[in-house]
């Protein structure tokens, strides 16, 4: 056995390398980039600190309001991807995404380490909630939508949507179709273990956090919104992300949902090539959902 600083526990090439004596190296380059006033869409971005005490902070993004008005907007809770172990709200393509999606939408985004600011107040209205994740993001929006159908929101807070985009989902038992790539998946499910093991979950991948529609997981008609768009890719995570979607028709689940399938494009298209014609169309139906319609 080697040096607990040498002896390698976990590893994703490209993401993330953990060694025995806790050390981790997170491998992805910085590509963090600050606050802005968006050129190309006038969106102005600022950042908040949540909880001194633990560094979490929110960047909030607000669109050009024309002539300076002042009305309250949707608030777009945004939870970006990265495994539930890489990313940060400043990573360029976060950015990115945020300021043409607050510009689509015309709403008050909010990109967040996972918690919701409480400068909201000057700006959003609380009766228009919207929660919106991306790949690991996906996942924990979908969680706090069901925590918020079983809890009252301080402040008369409502959330009226979610959207998952290319959500992480998994099951302990592999479906037809579901394994394109065996080392990608096996690295899913190593990700799911670093994230969530060491005694924190006994079910593993049938854990409801990871497969909401798994045996004796809480009802997806608990939802606690009124409208619901699922958005998947040609990935690794489709099929799981389609069982998802199935699953919430079948709850009896009686609001609002929809399901958009973009073929032939991978897990990052929409923020790495976000001017492409399938990604225009992504961002236009969250636009759309945001402004009222699905």
């Known amino acids: 056995m080697g040096e607990p600083d040498e002896e ?5 090439l490209s993401l993330i390398r953990c060694y ?3 050390r981790v190296d997170r491998l992805l380059p910085d590509t963090r980039v600050p606050r802005s006033v968006d050129a190309a869409t006038g969106v102005a971005s600022r950042d908040v600190t949540i909880d001194p005490a633990t560094g979490l902070w929110a960047r909030l993004y607000l669109p050009d309001l024309d002539g300076g008005e002042r009305k309250l907007l949707p608030v777009v809770v945004y939870l970006h991807g990265g495994g539930l172990v890489v990313g ?52 924990i929006a979908h969680n706090v939508t069901l925590r918020a159908g079983a809890e009252e929101l301080p402040g008369g807070a409502r959330v009226k949507g979610m959207a998952l985009l290319h959500p992480y989902f998994m099951a302990a038992k592999k479906a037809d179709g ?10 899913l499910e190593e990700m799911w273990a670093l994230a969530c093991g060491g005694g924190r979950t006994t079910a593993g991948l049938d854990d409801p ?21 699922v958005c998947l890719a040609d990935d690794e995570l489709e099929v799981r992300g389609k069982d998802y979607y199935d ?3 079948e709850s009896g689940w009686a609001e609002d949902a929809a399901e958009l399938l973009v073929s032939g494009e991978d897990h990052e ?16 139906r969250l636009a759309a959902l945001f402004g009222g319609k699905n």
């Open 269 to 284: 298209y929409v923020h790495r090539d976000p001017d492409s014609a399938k990604a225009v169309v992504v961002m236009d």
């Open 88 to 139: 940060s709200a400043a990573d360029a393509l976060e950015h990115g995404f945020a300021n043409r999606l607050c510009a689509r939408a015309r709403a008050l985004v909010v990109s967040v380490d996972y918690r919701l600011a409480p400068e909201l107040r000057d700006h959003g209205d609380r009766e228009r909630v919207f929660v919106l994740g991306y790949s690991a993001g996906g996942n």
């Open 247 to 249: 699953g919430l028709l």
């Open 8 to 12: 390698i526990t976990f590893e994703f």
């Open 20 to 22: 025995r004596s806790g």
């Open 209 to 229: 956090r990871i497969n909401p529609v798994a045996d004796g997981a809480p009802s997806l008609r608990r939802l606690g919104c009124d409208r619901v768009l």
């Open 178 to 187: 579901e394994v394109k790539n065996a080392w990608l998946r096996g690295k």
